[in-house]
């Protein structure tokens, strides 16, 4: 299967639909299904034809469930449950916007999979989410608690960012690669000076403890990496 943005599936749709990926943890309600079930009354005064949908499961559905009958919005918001890998694209391709407004996304491998097919993104400010969306050239990135702001964001999320394709673009496997190979040279040319400034972006008298090496240093943070 491929993430691409070919032969999106639009076709007999009578409403706009939300899409989340992410898992339905306990552990994990960073992620925000909470946020914009909250906010879909709102968004269904002003146009009745959004859905939101949610694929992913976890010890988190029942209290998701519970809050979407609360709001009166049970029939609008669609548990998809697991959906396998080979589905994904489909389903991005049927969606009109991907929303997941975490505050403490690592990266976010959805964002990337969204935007190559075609579909317009929004994040939350603030977490790593930042980094796929390219601070906001890839996606949109929003106040996760302004809630006039992520319905704007929503609202507008289906004129789709002219340069959605960029992050796809930017972490695809041939860029990936090249950076890998451009770090590897300079690990191999032991050129650690620069591998502190342009891998880690950290200034190197902030990592160093005191006293310690500069060859030092660098085999204490690689071994911090693994």
């Given amino acids: 299967f491929i993430f691409s943005a070919v032969a999106r599936n639009t076709t007999n749709k009578r409403n706009k639909i939300i899409l989340t990926v992410g898992r339905l943890s306990q552990s994990d309600r960073y992620k925000g299904h909470d946020t914009v079930i909250l906010l879909l009354p709102k968004l269904l005064k002003r146009d009745p ?5 949610i694929a992913g499961e976890g010890d988190d559905l029942s209290r998701l469930a519970a809050l979407a009958h609360r709001e009166g919005v049970e029939e609008q918001v669609k548990f998809l449950g697991f959906v396998k890998d080979e589905k994904l694209p489909d389903l991005y391709r ?3 916007v991907f929303i997941m407004l975490s505050k403490g996304e690592g990266f976010g491998i959805v964002y990337l999979e969204a935007m ?38 929503i609202e507008q999320g289906c004129v789709k960012n002219k340069e959605g394709d960029l992050a796809p673009r930017t972490f695809c496997y041939a860029n990936f690669s090249g950076c890998v190979r451009a770090l590897l040279h300079t690990v191999n040319n032991n050129d650690n000076e620069n591998l502190f400034k342009s891998s880690w972006k950290r200034p190197i008298q902030k990592i160093r403890v005191k006293g310690e090496s500069l060859s030092e240093t660098t085999a204490r943070l690689r071994a911090e990496e693994r």
Wanted: proline residues 4%.
């Fill in 116 to 153: 190559a097919c075609g579909l317009p993104v929004i994040a939350a400010r603030g977490d790593g989410s930042a980094d796929p969306l390219l601070d906001g050239h890839g996606g949109r990135l929003v106040d996760a608690d302004c809630a006039v702001e992520v319905m704007t964001a």
């Fill in 94 to 96: 049927t969606a009109d």
């Fill in 49 to 53: 034809s959004w859905v939101y949908w």
